[in-house]
């Protein structure tokens, strides 16, 4: 994925150019300091560690050595499963999330995959919306899916999106 990219028009007011690269060891403090700005249960480095070590598609969306955002996903059966997308909170609304899931959708169709999959929490309406933009839809629940801190759990909306085969 060297593609230049840009996000969809109307264009930012600071128009990047992007591209991917595959997220590797080293770009994993960079990584770590957008994870953590970005949630409020972030994933540690052991997790993004696993996912690289079991050979997930993880790629980092660069501007030049700035990293705009970064997404995981793991491929199945004829279906991908999207584990984590984040953009950097300055980043945000500036159409990269959808640049993104293109290139996971475009990534997914190439190996046969009919079923993009994703669980987000309840209360993050934000990301629900990206996704349904992007031609998600919302096809269930897992009750308590997620720690939320003092003992509590947050429910996970499961979301998929069909692919057309490539
Ligand atoms: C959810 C998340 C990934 C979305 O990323 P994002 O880059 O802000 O999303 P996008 O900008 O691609 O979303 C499209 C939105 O940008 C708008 N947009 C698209 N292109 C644009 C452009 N060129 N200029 C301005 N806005 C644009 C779209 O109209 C849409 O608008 P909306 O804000 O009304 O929804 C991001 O908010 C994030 O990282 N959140 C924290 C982590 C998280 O919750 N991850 C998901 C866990 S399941």
């Not at 957008?34 to 660069?62: I, K, M, T």
């Not at 984040?86 to 959808?98: E, F, I, N």
Request: neutral net charge; glycine residues 6%; charged residues 20%.
């Amino acid at each position: 994925m060297s593609t230049l990219l840009s996000p969809p028009s109307p264009a930012p007011a600071a128009a990047l150019e992007a591209h991917f690269a595959p997220m590797t060891p080293e770009r994993l403090d960079a990584v770590l300091a957008v994870e953590q700005s970005a949630y409020s249960h972030p994933w540690s480095r052991g997790n993004f560690r696993d996912s690289l070590a079991a050979g997930h598609q993880a790629q980092c969306l660069l501007a030049g050595d700035e990293l705009l955002g970064y997404f995981v996903a793991m491929l199945g059966h004829r279906e991908v499963h999207l584990l984590n997308i984040t953009v950097a909170p300055v980043h945000q609304r500036q159409g990269w999330a959808l640049v993104m899931l293109d290139a996971l959708a475009l990534w997914s169709r190439a190996r046969q995959a009919e079923w993009l999959w994703l669980e987000v929490r309840a209360s993050n309406t934000r990301a629900q919306q990206v996704y349904l933009r992007h031609g998600f839809a919302r096809v269930g629940l897992r009750k308590g899916y997620y720690p939320d801190g003092h003992g509590l759990r947050e429910d996970a909306v499961v979301m998929n999106l069909r692919l057309e085969p490539a």
